[in-house]
């Protein structure tokens, strides 16, 4: 029997579904034979791929996951499907000074970047391990290894992302299940990303510097992902494993003064 035939019954879930890095997860997921339900804002264009896919089943869910209410409604209609595969995908970020961004949206961002994956990661992790299988797949960022000014909320919600994800990895691992909670950190993808967090200069932002194509993050990053077993975080591109290098070598101050002046240079 082929992977694909053995992965039939299955489902993926996929949070942040409707574009960007998420959209192609679920094609990916899809391809490889796996049923797919995708949750977003608005979600209901994946279910375009009905075309592509019709033997498989595929259910989309508008729901806005920095109100916990929907991320328990999210976990309540997957209670029946032999869920095997979650990718914690939906956030977003918010630029500028600390003292002027404003507060209700940056609560709002919080809600989704870490309460709902929090939730999430802590209910599927419960429930793979009654069956000692699964896997979750947290998107965090290159970000997540230092602090950013100028971008403070977002690298810190980062931050919150990988360092509960390796950590409740390593539990796992200690404990010898099968359960595993991967983390992955895209450096700048072409995404739309870029216009919701910095506004009016996405696009002179975006032009300043190198993005890896969002269907080439995908497809490398999932399929690392899918077969990491001791490792506890995925890194893809040259680029983004020597800025980590670089980042641990020289010291804090460096790196803050640094990522200021990248943040500041954006919108010139």
């Not at 990491?228 to 460096?254: D, R, W």
Request: proline content about 3%; glycine content about 6%; hydrophobic content about 40%.
């Amino acid at each position: 029997m082929s992977k694909k035939k053995q992965i039939l019954n299955q489902w993926a879930i996929v949070t942040g579904a409707s574009t960007g890095i998420g959209y192609c997860y679920c094609q990916l997921l899809l391809a490889k034979g796996y049923h797919l339900l995708g949750i977003s804002r608005n979600a209901q264009g994946i279910l375009k791929l009905k075309k592509t896919y019709p033997n498989l089943q595929i259910k989309a869910y508008d729901l806005d996951l920095s109100d916990a209410e929907n991320v328990y409604k999210l976990y309540n209609l997957t209670k029946k499907l032999n869920v095997t595969i979650v990718i914690n995908n939906a956030g977003y970020g918010i630029s500028g000074e600390f003292k002027n961004t404003n507060l209700t949206s940056e609560l709002n961002m919080l809600n989704l970047n870490i309460n709902a994956l929090h939730i999430l990661t802590k209910l599927f992790t419960e429930r793979f391990l009654k069956y000692n299988y699964g896997r979750i797949i947290n998107i965090a960022s290159i970000a997540a290894f230092q602090p950013g000014p100028l971008f403070s909320s977002y690298y810190a919600s980062k931050a919150y992302v990988l360092n509960l994800s390796v950590a409740v990895n390593y539990e796992l691992k200690r404990a010898k299940s099968k359960v595993r909670v991967i983390t992955i950190c895209p450096g700048p993808l072409k995404t739309n990303f870029w216009k919701r967090s910095h506004g009016d200069s996405s696009k002179a932002y975006q032009s300043k510097i190198p993005m890896m194509k969002v269907d080439k993050f995908a497809q490398k990053s999932l399929r690392k992902a899918l077969k990491a077993k001791k490792k506890n975080y995925i890194l893809i591109g040259l680029s983004n494993k020597l800025v980590l290098f670089i980042y641990k070598l020289i010291p804090k101050n460096v790196v803050l003064s640094f990522i200021y002046k990248y943040q500041t240079n954006r919108n010139k």
